[in-house]
């Protein structure tokens, strides 16, 4: 016997097992109505109704709705209300342009477009068939009472269409099946422990890879969700100790926020012993990961995918093995990106680079016959990452290909000069790119911003450097700055800051 995967089988179990349970506790904070404690069963009539109006307005099965807004109910609602009666939901990373909102509606062709109040004057000028505002127009989102039209569940259709965030060219519209879906949140549930009496804290953007796939499987077990609207590192800690959060996730940006938060608490740390983080988007360096341990008492997971792996492709939990350890030497091992997720087949090729063959990679890219090619060539999808594995079988992560800093043909993993300076207790944040140099090609350069009070020179840092690594991996130079540009989800932007260097050359390698 063969049964369809889909997504709406998280959500079926949800309402049949846990209907009267508190499913959603949902921001209070927010321009909308908050839809304030509602139960998995409220959350199956609301997502009934969301496909009810979208039958009655003749969106059919695999027309494209998208939505631009923060964590919020109804968005989550959305992702059973629109893809689990087989239409194709599009969250979009609300951060963006109007300009670049457009691109991504038209791209998709989406026949709707929800949006949440405070972005209104963002999607003013955007044109679409149905532009409705999340809790302004719900009497037009949602036809309370209806029964949608049956739908043949289908595994391999497209359940969401995740776009990328572009360097220098449009975002690519990432085609993700429920098949994809469904194994990457069920994945993810097993190697994370998920089970009925998790407290999930959204402090993951919903819109990003689908919220790593959490909504799905949050809900398939019948946890609770406890929405976020806005990351703040003392908010965070208050929602831990007010709601009991037991899991949440996050890039390393985030973890620093909470610490900093934690170094300013007055009483116990919320969660200590009891919550886990789970954490991605960059690997964080090793003293960032001790401190998590150290002075939260949470467990640090990591985790390593992309937006066309849905994304679980590795996870790195603390092992029995690893019980002996010093909490730095415990670190060090979790700094790795982990060990492949079941079903996951991982290899380095002969440049380096991280292939990843697995059921949750991506189908394809939205109308780009020709990125699909580039990025699922050979049999494996090719990540854009530089790697290696270990004897064990963990990935460690060494660079993206296209930060690789080749100075004097030698080649520099910014990373790795990155977790150095990372260990200067005046160092915040940085960032080591390559910029152009007439003798080397290449030369390395921090871009560094300091903890609040703190003071450190240039060359006190780069002797920081000199004295644990190579001379032709540390900085020549460093900039201090204000702050670093980075996505939503805390991942730097070394494009735009390679950028300003690298102008009027045409290329950025030298």
């Known amino acids: 016997m063969k049964v369809a995967l889909t997504i709406r089988d998280h959500f079926e179990r949800a309402t049949l097992i846990y209907g009267e349970r508190v499913a959603v506790l949902d921001e209070p904070m927010q321009p909308a109505e908050s839809l304030g404690q509602i139960t998995y069963r409220d959350i199956d009539e609301l997502a009934q109704a969301q496909a009810a109006r979208l039958d009655q307005v003749g969106v059919g099965h695999g027309d494209r709705v998208a939505i631009v807004s923060q964590n919020s109910a109804r968005m989550l609602a959305g992702f059973y209300g629109v893809s689990g009666w087989g239409r194709v939901y599009v969250p979009i990373n609300f951060r963006l342009s109007s300009h670049e909102i457009q691109f991504i509606v038209e791209n998709c062709g989406a026949r709707v477009l929800l949006f949440d109040p405070e972005l209104a004057d963002l999607v003013s000028n955007i044109e679409c068939e149905h532009k409705w505002m999340l809790g302004r127009d719900d009497d037009q989102i949602y036809h309370r009472g209806a029964q949608p039209w049956p739908w043949e569940p289908d595994e391999d259709a497209i359940a969401t269409v ?292 703190a003071s450190l020179t240039e060359q006190e840092l780069i002797d920081h450097c000199r004295s644990e690594m190579a001379h032709y991996k540390c900085p020549t130079r460093v900039e201090f700055r204000d702050e670093l540009a980075r996505t939503v989800t805390g991942k730097l932007q070394k494009f735009k800051l390679r950028q300003p260097y690298w102008d009027g050359l045409g290329k950025q390698i030298n």
């Open 162 to 453: 995740n776009y990328t965030s572009g360097t220098t060219a449009h975002p690519k519209g990432v085609q993700m099946t429920h098949r994809n879906l469904w194994i990457n949140a069920t994945t993810f549930a097993l190697h994370a422990g998920i089970n009925d009496r998790d407290v999930y804290l959204h402090t993951l953007p919903m819109f990003h890879c689908n919220g790593w796939g959490l909504p799905y499987a949050v809900t398939g077990m019948g946890a609770k969700h406890v929405v976020l609207r806005q990351v703040d590192g003392k908010e965070i800690l208050r929602r831990v100790d007010a709601e009991g959060v037991t899991l949440l996730c996050g890039a390393p940006a985030v973890v620093a926020a909470i610490l900093e938060a934690a170094s300013n608490w007055d009483g116990p740390i919320p969660g200590a012993g009891r919550t886990r983080m789970v954490v991605a988007g960059a690997p964080p360096p090793t003293k960032t990961i001790e401190r998590v341990e150290r002075e939260l008492n949470w467990e640090f997971i990591q985790i390593y995918g992309l937006t066309e792996t849905a994304p679980l492709l590795t996870m790195n939990r603390t092992r029995s093995e690893w019980d002996g350890l010093t909490p730095t030497e415990r670190a060090i091992n979790l700094g790795r990106a982990g060990a492949p997720a079941i079903g996951v087949t991982i290899a380095i090729d002969d440049h380096g680079e991280i292939l990843a063959r697995s059921n949750v990679v991506l189908e394809s890219y939205f109308d780009n016959p020709e990125g699909t090619e580039a990025a699922l060539h050979d049999d494996w999808f090719h990540t854009g990452d530089g790697g290696s594995l270990s004897d064990d079988g963990y990935l460690t992560i060494t660079d993206r290909k296209k930060d690789v800093i080749i100075s004097g043909g030698e080649n520099v993993s910014s990373i790795e000069v990155e977790d150095r300076i990372f260990t200067h207790p005046a160092v915040a944040e940085v960032a080591v790119i390559g910029i152009p140099d007439e003798k080397w090609g290449e030369t390395v350069i921090a871009l560094v911003v300091l903890n609040p009070g």
